[in-house]
């Protein structure tokens, strides 16, 4: 019995949106943090706040230093292990009203921007498909994966 | 809106204990309302969840929600009604027209398909009655314990339906088997496009199901229509919703769903990722917050559930944890599944905690809360299964307390 | 409304079969509707029962109605949804007051008593997954068969929940036993005040339940809320709704629903009386009455059910019942519940009649029609079990067929 | 643990509405088929017709005879075993649209109007307590009840 059809390579990249740590899934282009201050102002500052604070949504930047604390703070700069994660995450959930609708540079641009936010880029600095998977998050060794499910990969790593 | 209810009232009924003093008062017998399509729920009946926007923020406005919870203090058995079976959604809940549903399976396989919802429903399905648990369930009593919480804002993250799907193994060997991959990216056709990466363990490879209904019926639009992954044991998010993209690989893809959510920060400020199983748990749901007792008999009833399989004793304590009792489970448990415990209990008027532990087959107990706190920190945020404590005054009201 | 479906439309869905014949017409993702106190059903999805008002007679005006069928050809599972569960009343649905409402307990035993709803859900409960059958099912294919009706036609009348209730036993104690008595006579409180006797065997002691939920929520009005007696694998008509009164007794009451109703009359013009046992039987729900399928791979889907216990075995024949093949249960097989069950068969284009047989572990294997008929003669009216016959044209439309 | 209150004799008289073959449960009264026959033009023939017959509603008359044929007609006089039957069901279930709202002797009466629509008792008779227990139905032996449940009651008999 055959059930389906083989979808076309192009079919395929169209909906292939994810992006792994390697950068395996970037698309082409690129983006700088000045240009992503003005995606930002435009497109995220309404649910994020000016500077990714202070919004009515999620808090995009600070909170560094809190983890341990009573309090933790988990931003982008404070928790997430991979830049790669947010570009995968805003290419496929923001704006939250229009998903998807930021085109490649612009995505990169607003990436660099919320990682300026966080001080993990310079005001001059840029994304691309070869610097985005190489950018070193502060907490990327703060996670523990659970040996029962991560076993093979941990230690292939 | 929360009401007062008598311990007793277990079932969603509000009954005026005064009634009918005599028989005579009872309302006379005359013909009812005409047969019907659909059987609809008593005028006496009032059910409903609870959506909620964070700990301790509900009532909500609807479009602020992200969980709607089951109301737990007004159910009985072990199945869940259809209509309230928990829901957690990321950017909504989408309208998905079946006939323009796909899913596009491709990756690390021999080969790519793309499978419309009537290549789905052709495909051999099983049947399977299994609990899914939001990771966040439990997490309003990390840190302290708002006394005016029921059993539904507690623990309304849990629910247990018939899924009915196919294996994940069939669309596996239909795209020729994934010898290389370990792992298997699952996407969402919602807003969010909610994206998981799923460790191909022997236990998901044979268990997984991509389901399409749950109790019967095609899945509701809340809970996924017209398909999505049903991963019996582990964490909720992991099930996919609007299942749209499964893809295969030899490594996590890291999504924000892994990393800076469902991730558990320790008191060290590291976190535990990838803690994928849902642990041994279990919860009284009467008498429960915000119900009243009266001296005298008191029936306590409950559900117990882990991800390890079935649960095999669940025992209640009605002197805040010192002693224990086996409850009796009211059905025959079944693994990965809620059941529900009872035991009778007669209370004499004095201030006390009543709490369950559950303990599953594979040997497994639901820790107190000061050993699990030991252990996990206050920060962890989701995977909370502590023993649950329902505090009862010299007044008869039970209230949420940490122990 | 009947529709013509695709073999492999068995949930409820109508799918254009073109949809979207590339993934970038796939419709875009977008922020879905808020969360919700209930889960309603997909706009796409279109579920509802048939009533009916006699053999034959359907649609037909609801007030005129006595029946109302589960649309088993739109259901996947083995767990009827809690509204679609089918319906047999006899002076419409009461709308009770659970407040008012009381049961009387006397006759034969110790003591009477009366009980509110506080009462009964304060005592211990038990829950099973089981089915309920109207005598009637399949009323419609004793002496002829209508091409034209569906699987919710010919079996619409039996469904499967999850009861919970107090065991029978339970309130027998309570009045101090009934040594006594062999007979207990369950009286509704609807219109008609519908009321059977009740023979006390070691099954019914051991099995009956005084229910007053469903699915995990209060019964619907229509099955009984808010009590009813639940006797697991009998006639659906002894399960008495609305139940307001149990009376103890020597002998059997003779109402009208086991002399003029709920009697099977014989060639010979004489009626088998306390027929009480629904026997096994089983039917596929697709392909079946009404549909088409088309010539290559066809997924054959049905339900199968015994009063005795369970399923042990399903046999499909393709070929009229000249050879069966051994079909796959979708799940596990529990006692008097319906358990699905599953075959892949390739049809090569020519007229054929596809049949199911299902055995149940007291070995007890569903006749054929002919066997069936040889046996019990064409007027009993209720007790009909024989095999389905669904037949296949050359142009691929499956009707109701006799054999 | 104790659960529920007894209920007082005249409670339970009030509800107690079932009849059996024996008599038992029969209340004090009668009623005659000239009486039944003007219960019955009121209350009945709306839906069961003018004799029992050609109504909207279940044919009450006829039949005897067809139960072997391959058109058997079940009515109160060619099927029903026994008469206390036809009295309980009427006082518990008819009228239809306002079950119990006869008084006793209207349900002797209408009762016997039925019987005698049947030819089962004549012109000029009645029923009360006493005589209707003994009422023999033509089809009184017409039943084979199972043995699974009711073994104990057949080797009684
Ligand atoms: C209309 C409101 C809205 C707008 C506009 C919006 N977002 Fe968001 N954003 C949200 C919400 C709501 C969430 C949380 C979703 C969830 O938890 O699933 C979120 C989450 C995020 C997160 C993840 C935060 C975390 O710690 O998990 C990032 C990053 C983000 N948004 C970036 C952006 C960017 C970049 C834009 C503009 C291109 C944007 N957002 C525009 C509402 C918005
Ligand atoms: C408004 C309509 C209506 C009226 C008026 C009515 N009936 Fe009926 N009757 C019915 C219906 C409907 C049934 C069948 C109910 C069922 O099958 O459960 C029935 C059934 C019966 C039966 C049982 C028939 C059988 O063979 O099972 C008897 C006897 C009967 N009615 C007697 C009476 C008498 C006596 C009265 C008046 C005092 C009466 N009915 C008035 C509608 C009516
Ligand atoms: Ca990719
Ligand atoms: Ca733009
Ligand atoms: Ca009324
Ligand atoms: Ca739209
Ligand atoms: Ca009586
Ligand atoms: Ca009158
Ligand atoms: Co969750
Ligand atoms: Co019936």
Known sequence: QSFG???????????DIDVRPDGAGLPAGGGTVAQGRAVY??????????EGRDGIRDRLAGGQGTLASGQPIKTVGSYWPYATTLFDYIRRAMPYQAPASLSADETYAVSAYILYLNGILPAEGGLDRASLPRVRMPNRDGFLPEREFTAGWTAAR | RRRLLAASATAGLTTSPAGADTLANVPAREPGAPLSARSERSR???????????????PVDPVDAINSKTPFDRLVGSITPTDLHYERSHAGVPDLDPAKHRLLVHGLAARSLVLTMDDIRAMPSVSRVAFLECTGNGWE??????PTLTVQNTHGLVSTHEWTGVPLRFVIDLVGGVPSATWMLAEGADGAAVARSIPLTEEIMAEGILAYAQNGEPLRPAH???????LPGLEGNLSIKWLRRLKFGDQPFMTRWETARYTQLQADGRARQFQLRQEVNSVITAPSGMMRVRPGPVRISGLAWSGHGRIVQVEVSTDGGASWQAARLTAPALPKAQVRFEMDWVWAGAPTGI??????????????RAAFIARTGTNALF???????????????????LS
């Open chain 1, 5 to 15: 059809r083989t979808p076309s390579a192009s079919e395929i990249a169209g909906w």
């Open chain 1, 41 to 50: 102002d435009e497109n995220c500052a309404a649910c994020h706040g000016p």
């Open chain 2, 44 to 58: 006496f009946v009032e059910l409903g969840r609870v959506p909620e926007a964070a700990p301790g923020i509900r």
């Open chain 2, 141 to 146: 009593n990390w840190k302290a314990a708002d």
């Open chain 2, 224 to 230: 996924g229509f017209p398909l999505r992954l049903f």
């Open chain 2, 355 to 368: 709490v369950s532990r559950a303990t599953d087959e594979m040997r497994n107990v639901q820790p107190d």
């Open chain 2, 383 to 401: 995977h909370y299964s502590a023993q649950q404590t329902w505090r009862i005054s010299a007044e008869g009201d039970v209230r949420n307390a």
